[in-house]
């Protein structure tokens, strides 16, 4: 759409309408219509008489008055700019055709300048993959008059309803003249932004717990009303939350560096209620850090500041989960392009810069805006240099720095703005021109950024100088490809929120986005030569997009088995464990290194460094090798002296001990006996190497009133970081009886039951972590739960048991008792039930851990989860994969971020030459 303010009238019709199309969505996220294809969701059919709009040159659409760009333009002459060129689209229409059919073999070997812009497919591509047209094309010209609706998968990177005369702007800062780049209107009504449906624009499916936002992120909630980007916020209950907003962003498929966005906005609700979190945001630190602990710094508490960190710098810690992919904190560590001339490798980072975020002030009720610039890493106790000749403010009557300097991920620069109090919705409804301006950089690089259509604010990126204490460069302006976000949410993290008097649906509205570059400095793509930052992501997809991999805490690796006699822990496949050679491993190293499991799991320790691997020892094969052991003072010596040597030569954060289970009171207190030496060895051995880092120890915990209760819990718990409770195998085959096996609540086993035994024995709540199967228990011939059976199923693997990827079984029927907190399946023609926790009932568990602040939950076993195809995995009854969503993803998103203190990478004592290395 054009620039402008809107009439208050014409802009309560448009209130009116969105309001009724909001009511009018479907209370069912229609996810699964993102399957149709782009021909199937935009082709109109030959006649475009049936198209449903008008395709008069002209007729204008509802808003052409409310928002035309030529104010020399009267707004019913036939004889402005945009007048003549409709009229003249009669006649070129015709030429136009003439030019298809015989002059093409003609333009396509013309030379001329590229536009990045175009609806057909003469010319070349751009960066994104879209194709571009010549200038002159009479096409383009057509265009941009005719009054048809523009299929996404048709338009360039310049919508072709955006007027010429915003093609191109004056700098801010007085710099060289910007050209138009790319540019949405958003003037085609009803666009929708699933997966697959826009070439730049895609709505997120989620909820965005790292700022704890109270709504889900749904792509229903986003579509384009009365030539506007509206993004609703309503309440609504889905996904156990009671609110759902949107999020949309170009994320891999529009990117830029460099210049100006502009975007003008009407804000949601209105201009004296707290607590909407309106914004868009542009994303994407560079150079060599030994880093900062969150909210700590290397001069203060606590010691975690200090610690585990590069040598060279007192040990200081790297905690970067702003920054992808640091250069140089761990040997060996990836590190694709780009490169800095002395040869060294560029940090990978993600910095922001805030266009807005849109806020009421408590004191006063004054709408604001907040724009800010956010970079890694995060040190408490630095202050950005924010004297005269780097933050100039353009009106400090109505514009202050922001007290927020930024929180654990990301350091913040910020000033905040009294913004147009009639830009809101319920309060006039105009919209305003929000933006900003920048050069990426160090020596000469700058954001300016605008509010209400002038400049707000300025900061330079000497502003944002080293920080000597923890060693940390200086900060440039962005020089990464950068993505733009837009979204409507609502979180305590940013302010009060007044839930009692929010005008539920609020809307944001969108009119336009442009993007502009200096003529000599157009920079637009996601993967330009000096930053490959897409074929970087791509490279490394699942570190941005598995849940699995970056939602993980530990890791417990089984099972390790010991010897009776000896009491010598050892590996059981060291096939597996060591020496299988997995796709990039080289036969021709040189010296004894290390492959297998061990070998890939230390690398994924290296790529997300909140990832510990424990080793588990026993299990219910190798238990009764712990009897003898855990009585004989010389056998549990050995036992912790090889352990610990396996932990080292292996590259693991700790070990977990499986013991099932101690029979009676001397096995107990060997048990007891056995934690306490295993506790002692790891803080020996952590001293030995000159790690102040606490190498963890876990054990399997039994849920089963006759297992724990002979258990020295008390003693027990002054050696363990946390409990891994088994809260499953309730029942089995084992049973005459087929019931749940692993209710949270009722029956003679239940998990709440077994929690709240552990904690009233003293183990504090956060160290309890609840068990959940990956996998079903099998009864056959049985009329349902609390019924006998005979029998049990084939199962996946052993017989009587089904990988959760595997069920429901084809033919079975789900069903679950919400009293018990379970679910189970049942065929009725082979009288089968299958015990097993669905995505519901994960989701119920999920909730009531978070509820009763435990430390949170485990998964027996990882392979039996849902998600991505398994190449090779064999196939037929039992292990056929199902549909369905990942528990381990369902758990997540419920309980929110992991631990992300980091793990231990350095192994000097290995056995392993390339160990010792770090794994180069």
Not at 31 to 58: I, M, N, Q, T
Not at 491 to 517: E, K, M, W
Not at 707 to 728: G, R, T
Request: overall charge negative.
């Amino acid at each position: 759409m054009a620039s402008g303010s809107p009439r208050p009238f014409l802009a309560a019709n448009m209130y009116r309408r969105q309001q009724s199309w909001a009511e009018s969505v479907n209370s069912d996220s229609p996810y699964g219509s993102s399957s149709l294809s782009l021909h199937a969701r935009y082709f109109l059919g030959p006649d475009p008489e049936k198209w449903g709009v008008s395709v008069d040159p002209g007729d204008e659409d509802p808003d052409d008055e409310l928002h035309r760009p030529d104010k020399t333009s009267s707004p019913h002459s036939s004889f402005s700019l945009r007048g003549v060129t409709n009229i003249g689209c009669l006649f070129i229409v015709v030429a136009a055709m003439l030019v298809l059919f015989i002059g093409y073999p003609v333009l396509s070997f013309t030379s001329g300048k590229l536009v990045p812009s175009g609806v057909g497919n003469i010319g070349g591509r751009n960066a994104t993959g879209q194709v571009s047209v010549p200038k002159g094309s009479l096409a383009v010209l057509c265009a941009y008059a005719r009054k048809v609706p523009l299929m996404p998968n048709n338009r360039g990177l310049i919508d072709a309803e955006t007027p010429v005369e915003v093609y191109s702007k004056p700098s801010w800062v007085g710099g060289e003249e910007m050209q138009l780049v790319f540019s949405d209107e958003f003037n085609t009504d009803g666009r929708t932004f699933y997966p697959g449906d826009d070439p730049y624009w895609e709505a997120v499916n989620l909820h965005y717990w790292a700022t704890n936002n109270m709504e889900w992120y749904d792509p229903e909630a986003i579509t384009t009303v009365n030539g506007s980007l509206v993004i609703t916020l309503s309440k609504k209950e889905t996904h156990n939350l009671h609110y759902e907003g949107g999020m949309i962003a170009t994320w891999q498929k529009f990117c830029f560096t460099g210049g100006y966005l502009e975007t003008s906005v009407r804000l949601p609700g209105a201009n004296n209620i707290l607590g909407l979190w309106p914004a868009a945001t542009y994303e994407s630190r560079d150079d060599c850090d030994v880093g900062t602990a969150p909210n700590q710094t290397l001069d203060g508490a606590p010691e975690a500041a200090t610690v585990n960190g590069d040598a060279g710098h007192g040990g200081a810690l790297s905690w970067l989960p702003g920054q992808r992919l640091s250069r140089c904190t761990c040997p060996g560590e990836s590190h694709p392009g780009p490169i800095h001339q002395d040869g060294t490798f560029v940090g990978r980072s993600a910095p922001e810069i805030d266009v807005f975020e849109a806020q009421i002030q408590q004191n006063g009720l004054i709408p604001q805006v907040s724009q800010s610039a956010q970079w890694a890493p995060f040190d408490a106790a630095y202050v950005w240099n924010n004297d005269s000749d780097n933050m100039i403010i353009t009106d400090p009557s109505i514009s202050h720095l922001n007290s927020f300097r930024g929180s654990i991920t990301q350091q913040a620069s910020s000033v905040v703005t009294d913004t147009d109090p009639s830009a809101y919705e319920q309060d006039g409804g105009r919209f305003s021109v929000y933006g900003f301006e920048y050069k990426p950089g160090y020596d000469d690089g700058y954001i300016t950024w605008i509010s209400n259509n002038q400049t707000a604010w300025t900061i330079k990126a000497a502003g944002v100088g080293a920080n000597p204490t923890v060693d940390i460069s200086a900060r440039p302006v962005p020089q990464e490809p950068m993505y733009i976000i837009a979204n409507l949410g609502m979180s305590t993290n940013f302010g009060p929120v007044d839930l009692t008097h929010l005008p539920f649906p609020c809307h944001l509205a969108i009119d336009y986005i442009r993007v502009y570059q200096p003529k000599s400095a157009i920079n637009i793509g996601c993967d330009p030569a000096n930053f490959p930052t897409q074929k970087y992501i791509n490279q490394y997809i699942e570190a941005y997009t598995n849940p699995n991999l970056t939602t993980w805490r530990h890791i417990l690796y089984a099972f390790a088995n010991l010897k009776a006699d000896t009491g010598e822990v050892v590996l059981s496949d060291t096939w597996s464990d060591a020496e299988i050679h997995y796709p990039g491993d080289s036969w021709n190293d040189s010296g004894d290194n290390l492959y297998g499991n061990f070998k890939a799991i230390y690398n994924l320790k290296k790529q997300h460094r909140h990832i510990k691997v424990l080793l588990s020892i026993g299990g219910w094969t190798y238990s009764p090798q712990f009897h003898p052991v855990v009585v004989s003072p010389a056998l549990r010596a050995k036992f912790v002296h090889s352990s610990i040597k396996l932990l080292e030569d292996y590259g693991l954060d700790g070990l977990d001990v499986d013991y099932e289970y101690p029979s009676d009171h001397a096995q107990a207190v060997g048990y007891t006996e056995l934690l306490r030496e295993l506790r002692h060895g790891l803080d020996e051995h952590a001293r030995a190497k000159g790690a102040d880092y606490k190498f963890l120890l876990t054990i399997a915990a039994p849920c089963g009133p006759d297992n724990y209760q002979k258990l020295k819990v008390k003693e027990m718990d002054k050696y363990l970081d946390f409990w891994n409770l088994m809260a499953y195998d309730f029942s089995g085959s084992w049973d005459s009886i087929a019931n749940h096996q692993a209710n949270l609540f009722g029956g003679p086993i239940s998990v709440s039951t077994a929690v709240h035994w552990y904690h009233a024995q003293g183990v504090e709540r956060s160290k309890l972590v609840v068990g959940m199967p990956l996998y079903g228990r099998s009864f056959m011939n049985t009329e349902g739960p609390g019924k006998p059976f005979s029998g049990i199923g084939q199962g996946s693997w052993e017989q009587g048991v089904y990988d959760y990827r595997a069920l429901p079984l084809p033919g079975a029927h789900m069903f679950r008792d919400e009293k018990a907190v379970a679910s189970w399946s049942y065929d009725y023609q082979k009288k089968e039930i299958i015990s097993f926790d669905s995505e519901e009932v994960a989701r119920w568990k999920a909730e009531w851990i978070r509820n009763e602040s435990l430390g949170g939950a485990m998964f027996w076993e990882l392979s039996g989860d849902k998600g991505s195809p398994r190449e090779g995995m064999e196939g037929g009854h039992g292990k056929d994969p199902q549909p369905g969503k990942s528990l381990v993803k369902v758990v997540h998103e419920i309980m929110g971020e992991p631990d992300r203190s980091p793990n231990w990478l350095r192994y000097e004592g290995s056995r392993y030459d390339n160990m010792r290395k770090g794994m180069p």
